[in-house]
C-alpha cells in the first residue's frame, strides 16, 4: 500500500463507478448527505467532488465553514448472492473555488468492504508530508 489507499482499492476507485454520497455538517449541526460525481486525483491522494455551480451549494458552503467531510462510493458486485462494496472516506476537506469549484476531500479515515479477500478493513491514514 502506497498513500492512502490500498491496491484494491485504487482498483476499485479507478473502475465505472461515478456517483456517491458525500455528507458534510450545517451551521446548525444538522448532517446533510446528498449524491454527487465525484474522481480520484491520483496525484494529491484524494477524492474531488465537483458539479454545476458548485461553488453556490449548500455543501460546497459546510465545507467552507468547517473544513471536514466523508464520501461513500459503493456499488453491488453481484445480488445472488448479495456483495456489496465500497469504500468511505473521511478526512480533512478543502473548498477550491478556482479554476473550477470543487471539494477536494484527503482522507483521514478509510473502511472498505467487499473489495478485496481481507473483507472490511478499517484504518486511519496518516496526513502527507509537506511539499510531497
Do not use: C, Q
Amino acid at each position: 500500500m502506497s498513500g492512502a489507499f490500498t491496491d484494491d482499492e485504487l482498483g476499485y476507485l479507478r473502475g465505472e463507478r461515478r456517483l456517491a454520497r458525500l455528507a458534510t455538517v450545517g451551521a446548525d449541526g444538522t448532517p446533510h448527505v446528498v449524491p454527487v460525481g465525484w474522481s480520484l486525483n491520483s496525484e494529491l491522494d484524494a477524492i474531488e467532488v465537483g458539479g454545476r455551480e458548485f461553488a453556490r451549494t449548500k455543501k460546497f458552503r459546510d465545507v467552507m465553514r468547517t473544513g471536514r467531510a466523508a464520501i461513500v462510493i459503493d456499488d453491488l458486485a453481484s445480488t445472488d448472492p448479495w456483495r456489496p462494496r465500497g469504500i468511505e472516506v473521511r478526512g480533512l476537506a478543502e473548498a477550491i473555488e478556482a479554476p473550477r469549484a470543487v471539494i477536494r476531500i484527503h482522507p483521514r479515515r478509510v473502511v472498505s468492504w467487499g473489495i478485496d479477500a481481507r473483507g472490511r478493513l478499517s484504518r486511519d491514514v496518516e496526513p502527507p508530508l509537506r511539499g510531497r
